[in-house]
């Protein structure tokens, strides 16, 4: 580093006196004193320059005080004030609170169309913030473009073709291969994740807003005329909720005719459970939340990023203030004082509409006891992940933390937290309202309660299904479906999404609940049930399943970021190596810091196990 070869004039320009680059020759004794004898004369040696180096400075050797002149320009990468004035000028008299950042980058990627590193550089500055924080969290997120100095920018429009696996099995990658061709250079084509449509795939986004069943000539025509998105146009606003004794529930917990303990028994008595996947009792979940010290807040989860899963969004749409209801409900049970709704990008109608009617809810009275904060997400699954999510609220990239402590415990701000699905929410007011009865009175095959199933795939009739827990995959499919779509033979199906495995047709009559699958190496999870038929090749789905967990894999452990990346090349390629892949699969089950690492695995393993015969076929498509 030091070789007096290196000692060229123009690394030794005022601005570069950097202290670990200076020639130990230059240092004051005292600096040279502290290395340790030996080290100190080798890097004399190493350093010292030849007689023929020129005068590092423009005064050295005229003696005098020795004090450098002062930089012409703060030290660093300056900030150009063109760039911090259009900075200034969206986020306006908005808090340059580090929890904001997301939120800032959004308001520039969305008037500029890019971040560029200008525009970075003096967004870090107007924040306090190091660059490379913001840099880091720009490049975390898929929707947001980081631009470096002198590289163009992408083309005013984007479409983001839906890959993931409703949308494969009906024609996503012919989707793709027609609008590159179609679109031409001026319109950029990607590739993206579950949009949260998978009962009207194949699903594209132009710009933010969505084009169902979506063909090359839909999406062109909506590319030709970029739309912003608009709030959703709900059927039940605040009025029409009101009329039908909306909020009366809500009114009397905030007036003292209900307890928190009498809301916590009936939530528990009624079994209800956590329906963002896992499954923990809610009303438990309350009271252990409530058990740790205030302040504590409240999380709320609408990222709905599961392949295959839309439920969240249908209940959202159609009647926003059930969930809104339920919400202040739970904020209140733990005596939050701020409530952080986190709704995914890809929803930008839920969100307006969101805004719209908890304002309206703000107006009649009934949030005093807890401020709610709407956040947007920008394009990562993984923040889906309950302390991921608390993370990227938190304004920085979505790396689910490790446990204990338990987000109950060390949440939010490092305040203990209650993170809840917005489904579970859905269901207070009425399990509440009706009673218990109501609730456990329904139910199959030995279970209690009802379930909102996210049907995709090959039936007639995919959508949201409410049906009894413990309904069967053949019961959806004859009962809820209308039957399988023509032409298609049930072969297999996804019980929970992309990381709940893959069941063949002849396991089909198991009750699908929590904790009845994981004894075949599934899970219910959301409960998105995806139909494959004879047309469906099994390798295949797992490929695009794995494919998935590999691009939203957070990189922050190996066995995740690397395991998921070496199976899908040994799925993509050649026969499949079943030894190799299930030791690739244990290693990541068991060493993986999150559920999305964990899981990954589990539809590969599930071809491996009931799909013997695929195995020897060559590697399908659609
Ligand atoms: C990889 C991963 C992704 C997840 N994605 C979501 C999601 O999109 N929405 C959700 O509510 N829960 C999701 N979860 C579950 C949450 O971590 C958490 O359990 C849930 O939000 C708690 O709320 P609940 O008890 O009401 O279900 C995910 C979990 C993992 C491991
Ligand atoms: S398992 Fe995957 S997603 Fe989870 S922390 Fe590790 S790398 Fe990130
Ligand atoms: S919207 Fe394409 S798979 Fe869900």
């Not at 320059?49 to 320009?73: E, H, I, K, Q, W």
């Not at 494969?168 to 989707?175: C, K």
């Not at 956590?274 to 990222?303: H, I, M, Q, Y």
């Amino acid at each position: 580093m030091f070789a007096p070869a290196m000692f060229a004039p123009a690394m030794f320009a005022p601005a570069m006196f950097i202290p670990g680059m200076f020639p130990p020759a230059m240092f004051p004794p005292a600096m040279v004193d502290g290395l340790g004898s030996a080290q100190a004369k080798q890097t004399m040696t190493l350093t010292t320059p030849p007689p023929t180096t020129v005068p590092l400075r423009a005064d050295a050797g005229r003696g005098g005080s020795g004090r450098r002149r002062p930089p012409r320009t703060p030290k660093g990468r300056q900030v150009d004030p063109t760039a911090l004035a259009e900075v200034r000028d969206l986020l306006i008299d908005r808090p340059r609170r580090r929890d904001l950042l997301i939120e800032h980058l959004h308001l520039i990627q969305d008037h500029y169309g890019h971040l560029s590193a200008a525009h970075l550089a003096a967004l870090a500055q107007e924040m306090r913030l190091a660059l490379t924080e913001v840099y880091e969290v720009a490049t975390f997120y898929a929707h947001f473009d980081v631009v470096k100095d002198g590289a163009a920018p992408p083309p005013a429009v984007t479409v983001r073709v839906c890959d993931s696996l409703s949308c494969a099995l009906l024609g996503a990658e012919r989707l793709l291969a027609d609008l590159t061709r179609k679109l031409g250079p001026n319109v950029r084509v990607v590739r993206a994740p579950c949009m949260g449509a998978c009962d009207r795939a194949p699903v594209c986004a132009v710009g933010h807003v969505q084009v169902m069943q979506a063909d090359a000539a839909k999406v062109a025509a909506a590319a030709a005329r970029p739309a912003h998105a608009e709030c959703y146009p709900t059927p039940t606003g605040f009025d029409a909720y009101a009329k039908g004794g909306g909020y009366d529930l809500l009114k009397a917990c905030l007036d003292g005719k209900r307890t928190r303990d009498d809301i916590i028994k009936i939530v528990s008595d009624a079994g209800l459970r956590g329906l963002g996947g896992a499954g923990f009792p809610t009303g438990r979940k309350w009271s252990l939340v409530r058990a740790e010290p205030a302040p504590r807040l409240f999380a709320v989860n609408c990222d709905e990023g599961e392949p295959g899963t839309f439920k969240d969004r249908y209940y959202l749409e159609r009647d926003p203030h059930r969930f809104i209801e339920g919400m202040l409900i739970a904020a209140w049970v733990v005596e939050a004082p701020d409530t952080y709704l986190y709704v995914r990008d890809e929803y930008p109608e839920v969100i307006l509409l969101l805004r719209q009617e908890i304002a309206r809810a703000e107006a009649a009275g009934l949030c005093k006891h807890t401020k709610i904060h709407i956040r947007r997400g920008a394009g990562a699954y993984i923040c889906g992940e309950e302390s991921a999510m608390i993370e990227s609220i938190e304004g920085k990239r979505g790396l689910p933390r490790h446990r204990p402590p338990y987000v109950a415990q060390v949440g939010l701000f490092g305040r203990p937290t209650l993170e809840q699905n917005v489904e579970t929410l859905y269901w207070v007011r009425d399990i509440v309202d009706k009673g218990v009865a109501w609730f456990t009175s329904q139910g199959r095959h030995e279970r209690k309660g009802f379930r909102s199933f996210s049907v995709s795939g090959r039936v007639k009739n995919p959508g949201v299904k409410l049906a009894p827990a413990g309904v069967t995959a053949r019961e959806l499919i004859d009962e809820f479906c209308g039957g399988m779509a023509d032409g298609h033979t049930f072969k297999g199906y996804l019980p929970g999404g992309a990381s709940g495995g893959i069941l063949p047709a002849l396991m089909a009559d198991i009750p699908l609940d929590f904790g009845t699958l994981e004894k075949y190496g599934c899970f219910v999870g959301s409960h998105a049930v995806v139909i494959l038929s004879d047309k469906d090749d099994m390798k295949a789905v797992a490929l695009n399943l794995i494919r998935f967990f590999e691009d939203e894999s957070c990189g922050q452990c190996t066995p995740c970021r690397v395991g998921t990346e070496k199976a899908a090349h040994l799925m993509a390629h050649g026969p499949w190596d079943a030894g190799l892949l299930e030791e690739l699969s244990a290693l990541m089950r068991d060493a993986s810091i999150c559920g999305l690492g964990q899981a990954a695995p589990n539809p590969l393993l599930c071809v491996l196990k009931y799909f013997p015969d695929e195995l020897n076929k060559p590697l399908g498509h659609w």
